[in-house]
């Protein structure tokens, strides 16, 4: 009778865990023989280096009977690292084998036997014994522990868990199809706990040919990942992050090797391998567009270094229709912290944006829908994919996602010209101000009143300075206010109150050079664009600019639908607005009924620029053709504002207060803003026709200070919000 034992554990190939260089180291082991079964009888001691006994019908020692003998086997194990290890062997007749005092093999009976037994080991040592005895016969034993070497597979993960973060504790084994775990707040697998634990997973990949790889995914805490051994991902530390390392691998096969430890509530632990041509561009815009309405049809492919796009009626390729195609955009990006971001944007017609796989806008129908959305993003790389179609009409989509803050982008336009040329030209034009300078006429040209601190003009005469600047001019019986009297060039003058005069060389320059005013100061926002939609918060408008604005209250959806379809700043909308309608107050803006003006025999009257004439009902009307609004004063002159902007309004269908500033918006920007005059100072100056041209033209304003007085209101507006976006363009002359 032959008896073997042999005791096995191999760790996975590829070299064990962080650090570990060595399996284990063992002692020697330490046999006692006894001269009878049962352990009984004087024992006789010795040591030997391996359990490979073929005793045959031979005693195993001195003293000891052929037959009916019984054996202890026993040494200290250190684990270097926790695996899985085997327990392996044969023996004739009984065998039994303790790890750590527990039993794991029990073939405690007469006869042959082979044996194999795989267990988990912790790092440490551990006692390992061996119990043998001999009937009769031929004896032998042959008995062994070792790490197990199973081969890593290809198609799976295999995996070890360890109840600690630093892959101490015993280990258990787990295997996976793939890398794709939200475990959160729970246990990621039986016997391991939920809260802190460690993990590896190992897997062989099998390349044909020498190709690029992108390795990414997603951990939430600590991850690091090696291939071949070669550390490629280091993100060993608590927290979410996404990760990618780009790759070239040689055909052949390659072992990858993840490790992992979490601490948290809300453990993750995601790992990919793919093709580069199969990942989505990291911050570049992947894009399909498609030639049928419901995201199917032939496909066209391009990428966009950003998502605005503003085809209007045109088709957007070459193979897609002007109407009804729909469009997929995807794209990766890096987000450099932690925080709360903005995705923001507008569509005409559907869109919808995903987010990492969640979606977050969802307006899948025609119309404009413009949106701005808060979230907490984790730092690292996300997936933003767009879905949109086109309906008919203009088509348009836009979308962006920023970090949560005030963020500002500032440009210069150079012009060819000099600031001192331009200036030259523009007092050419007689530029007005407000200023209060000290200002004369002759006393001999005023019929002063009785209480000598007034009077009326003679005559046509100038007002001038000390200096015999001319500030205007007064026609006769103009009425004025004297304030003292002077000695100018031997002649006696009469001081007077002024309203508008003709601005000094010097303040006209002052407002024209951009460089008086600061990038830190309210000023500065006469250099904003106001041909950039900013998407601002619907919620954050009504609540903190509109809320006490009359008719303009709750309205912040049509400024934004007006903003981006007509591609105009929000706030210079909502700005003018307040400004023509008196914060939401005016007769205009809150509606006046109307009808149709006809001749004696019932045919409707045109105006002079072809507009249906109207007739103004009073507000307690009950028969009237509609109910008009306009926002903007467009069309509503000085000697003209009721009837003209009512008149306005009727031909252009501006029968609801949404209607009057969605489309009202284009009429606003278009003499202005679509002219390239998109900031206050280039309305009020104008420097790019002034270069072209050689003088000044097509001017807003003639004060001085009409740019700068603007901004106050934007200044007030801007100071409401908690996160906008402003892209300035200042002037530079040469």
Same mark, same amino acid.
């Given at each position: 009778?032959v008896g073997v034992v042999t005791l096995g554990l191999v760790l996975f190939s590829s070299g064990g865990f962080p650090g570990s260089t060595a399996e284990a180291s063992s002692s020697k082991?330490?046999?006692?023989?006894?001269?009878?079964?049962?352990?009984?009888?004087?024992?006789?001691?010795?040591?030997?280096?391996?359990?490979?006994?073929?005793?045959?019908?031979?005693?195993?020692?001195?003293?000891?009977?052929?037959?009916?003998?019984?054996?202890?086997?026993?040494?200290?194990?250190?684990?270097?690292?926790?695996?899985?290890?085997?327990?392996?062997?044969?023996?004739?007749?009984?065998?039994?084998?303790?790890?750590?005092?527990?039993?794991?093999?029990?073939?405690?009976?007469?006869?042959?036997? /082979?044996?194999?037994?795989?267990?988990?080991?912790?790092? =440490?040592?551990?006692?390992?014994?061996?119990?043998?005895?001999?009937?009769? =016969?031929?004896?032998?034993?042959?008995?062994?522990?070792?790490?197990?070497?199973?081969?890593?597979?290809?198609?799976?993960?295999?995996?070890?868990?360890?109840?600690?973060?630093?892959?101490?504790?015993?280990?258990?084994?787990?295997?996976?199809?793939?890398?794709?775990?939200?475990? !959160?707040?729970?246990?990621?697998?039986?016997?391991?706990?939920?809260?802190?634990?460690?993990?590896?997973?190992?897997?062989?990949?099998?390349?044909?040919?020498?190709?690029?790889?992108?390795?990414?995914?997603?951990?939430?805490?600590?991850?690091?990942?090696?291939?071949?051994?070669?550390?490629?991902?280091?993100?060993?530390?608590?927290?979410?992050?996404?990760?990618?390392?780009?790759?070239?691998?040689?055909?052949?096969?390659?072992?990858?090797?993840?490790?992992?430890?979490?601490?948290?509530?809300?453990?993750?632990?995601?790992?990919?391998?793919?093709? /580069?041509?199969?990942?989505?561009?990291?911050?570049?815009?992947?894009?399909?567009?498609?030639?049928?309405?419901?995201?199917? =049809?032939?496909?066209?492919?391009?990428?966009?270094?950003?998502?605005?796009?503003?085809?209007?009626?045109?088709?957007?390729?070459?193979?897609?229709?002007?109407?009804?195609?729909?469009?997929?955009?995807?794209?990766?990006?890096?987000?450099?912290?932690?925080?709360?971001?903005?995705?923001?944007?507008?569509?005409?017609?559907?869109?919808?944006?995903?987010?990492?796989?969640?979606?977050?806008?969802?307006?899948?129908?025609?119309?404009?829908?413009?949106?701005?959305?808060?979230?907490?993003?984790?730092? !690292?790389?996300?997936?933003?994919?767009?879905?949109?179609?086109?309906?008919?009409?203009?088509?348009?989509?836009?979308?962006?996602?920023?970090?949560?803050?005030?963020?500002?982008?500032?440009?210069?336009?150079?012009?060819?010209?000099?600031?001192?040329?331009?200036?030259?030209?523009?007092?050419?034009?007689?530029?007005?101000?407000?200023?209060?300078?000290?200002?004369?006429?002759?006393?001999? /040209?005023?019929?002063?009143? /009785?209480?000598?601190?007034?009077?009326?003009?003679?005559?046509?005469?100038?007002?001038?300075?000390?200096?015999?600047?001319?500030?205007?001019?007064?026609?006769?019986?103009?009425?004025?206010?004297?304030?003292?009297?002077?000695?100018?060039?031997?002649?006696?003058?009469?001081?007077?109150?002024?309203?508008?005069?003709?601005?000094?060389?010097?303040?006209?320059?002052?407002?024209?050079?951009?460089?008086?005013?600061?990038?830190?100061?309210?000023?500065?926002?006469?250099?904003?664009?106001?041909?950039?939609?900013?998407?601002?918060?619907?919620?954050?408008?009504?609540?903190?600019i509109l809320y006490n604005r009359g008719i303009l209250k709750d309205q912040a959806n049509s400024f934004l639908q007006a903003g981006f379809k007509y591609g105009v700043n929000e706030i210079?909308?909502?700005?003018?607005?307040?400004?023509?309608?008196?914060?939401?107050?005016?007769?205009?803006?809150?509606?006046?009924?109307?009808?149709?003006?006809?001749?004696?025999?019932?045919?409707?009257?045109?105006?002079?620029?072809?507009?249906?004439?109207?007739?103004?009902?009073?507000?307690?009307?009950?028969?009237?053709?509609?109910?008009?609004?306009?926002?903007?004063?467009?069309?509503?002159?000085?000697?003209?504002?009721?009837?003209?902007?009512?008149?306005?309004?009727?031909?252009?269908?501006?029968?609801?207060?949404?209607?009057?500033?969605?489309?009202?918006?284009?009429?606003?920007?278009?003499?202005?803003?679509?002219?390239?005059?998109?900031?206050?100072?280039?309305?009020?100056?104008?420097?790019?026709?002034?270069?072209?041209?050689?003088?000044?033209?097509?001017?807003?304003?003639?004060?001085?200070?009409?740019?700068?007085?603007?901004?106050?209101?934007?200044?007030?507006?801007?100071?409401?919000?908690?996160?906008?976006?402003?892209?300035?363009?200042?002037?530079?002359?040469?």
């Amino acid at each position: 009778m032959v008896g073997v034992v042999t005791l096995g554990l191999v760790l996975f190939s590829s070299g064990g865990f962080p650090g570990s260089t060595a399996e284990a180291s063992s002692s020697k082991w330490s046999v006692n023989y006894y001269p009878k079964l049962n352990f009984k009888g004087t024992a006789v001691m010795k040591t030997v280096s391996d359990i490979n006994f073929a005793w045959g019908t031979k005693s195993p020692a001195a003293k000891i009977p052929v037959n009916k003998f019984s054996a202890k086997l026993t040494k200290t194990l250190t684990v270097k690292e926790g695996a899985k290890y085997r327990i392996s062997g044969k023996a004739n007749d009984g065998v039994r084998v303790y790890v750590n005092g527990k039993k794991q093999v029990d073939y405690w009976k007469d006869g042959s036997h /082979s044996f194999a037994k795989d267990l988990m080991l912790a790092k =440490g040592d551990h006692k390992v014994e061996v119990q043998y005895y001999d009937q009769n =016969g031929s004896a032998y034993l042959n008995a062994d522990i070792k790490k197990v070497s199973d081969p890593i597979p290809t198609d799976k993960w295999t995996g070890l868990f360890f109840p600690s973060s630093n892959f101490s504790g015993t280990p258990v084994s787990t295997t996976a199809s793939n890398l794709k775990f939200s475990w !959160g707040s729970k246990a990621p697998i039986v016997d391991i706990a939920k809260g802190t634990y460690s993990a590896i997973y190992q897997k062989k990949v099998v390349v044909n040919k020498d190709m690029k790889y992108v390795l990414m995914g997603k951990a939430n805490d600590g991850v690091r990942i090696y291939v071949d051994g070669a550390m490629e991902v280091n993100e060993w530390k608590d927290g979410t992050r996404n990760f990618e390392k780009n790759l070239t691998l040689k055909k052949g096969t390659h072992t990858i090797k993840v490790e992992y430890y979490n601490k948290s509530e809300s453990a993750q632990l995601i790992v990919n391998l793919k093709e /580069s041509k199969d990942v989505t561009p990291l911050e570049r815009w992947a894009v399909t567009l498609y030639d049928q309405q419901d995201l199917t =049809g032939n496909k066209v492919y391009q990428s966009a270094s950003t998502l605005d796009y503003d085809w209007g009626t045109k088709k957007p390729a070459n193979g897609i229709p002007v109407n009804h195609f729909s469009a997929i955009y995807e794209k990766r990006t890096n987000l450099t912290s932690s925080g709360t971001y903005i995705l923001s944007g507008g569509a005409n017609d559907g869109v919808r944006v995903y987010v990492d796989g969640t979606k977050m806008i969802d307006q899948w129908k025609n119309g404009t829908h413009p949106f701005n959305i808060e979230m907490n993003l984790d730092a !690292g790389i996300h997936i933003i994919k767009v879905e949109y179609y086109d309906n008919t009409g203009f088509a348009k989509v836009k979308v962006d996602l920023k970090e949560k803050s005030n963020i500002t982008r500032a440009a210069k336009t150079g012009y060819a010209v000099s600031l001192d040329t331009a200036l030259a030209k523009q007092m050419s034009t007689n530029p007005q101000t407000d200023k209060k300078y000290a200002a004369y006429i002759p006393a001999s /040209s005023v019929k002063l009143a /009785s209480t000598k601190t007034s009077g009326t003009t003679k005559e046509k005469v100038n007002i001038i300075t000390t200096d015999s600047r001319k500030l205007g001019t007064l026609s006769k019986d103009s009425k004025v206010t004297i304030q003292d009297d002077k000695t100018i060039n031997k002649k006696k003058y009469y001081k007077i109150a002024t309203g508008w005069v003709s601005a000094s060389q010097s303040d006209t320059k002052y407002y024209m050079n951009p460089e008086n005013f600061l990038s830190t100061d309210e000023s500065y926002y006469q250099f904003a664009k106001l041909s950039t939609f900013s998407a601002l918060s619907e919620n954050e408008i009504n609540q903190k600019i509109l809320y006490n604005r009359g008719i303009l209250k709750d309205q912040a959806n049509s400024f934004l639908q007006a903003g981006f379809k007509y591609g105009v700043n929000e706030i210079y909308l909502i700005s003018h607005a307040n400004l023509e309608t008196g914060r939401g107050g005016s007769r205009l803006a809150n509606g006046i009924k109307v009808k149709t003006k006809t001749d004696s025999t019932g045919n409707i009257i045109y105006a002079a620029n072809k507009e249906k004439e109207i007739v103004i009902l009073p507000d307690t009307a009950k028969d009237y053709e509609e109910k008009v609004y306009n926002m903007y004063g467009i069309g509503a002159y000085d000697s003209c504002a009721i009837e003209c902007g009512a008149r306005r309004a009727f031909n252009e269908g501006w029968t609801t207060p949404g209607k009057a500033i969605v489309e009202g918006a284009q009429f606003a920007a278009e003499n202005y803003i679509y002219a390239g005059q998109d900031t206050l100072y280039k309305m009020r100056w104008n420097p790019e026709q002034l270069a072209a041209k050689g003088y000044a033209t097509h001017q807003y304003a003639s004060d001085i200070g009409w740019a700068v007085k603007q901004t106050r209101n934007y200044a007030e507006l801007y100071s409401l919000l908690n996160s906008y976006t402003i892209v300035y363009d200042e002037p530079s002359y040469q």
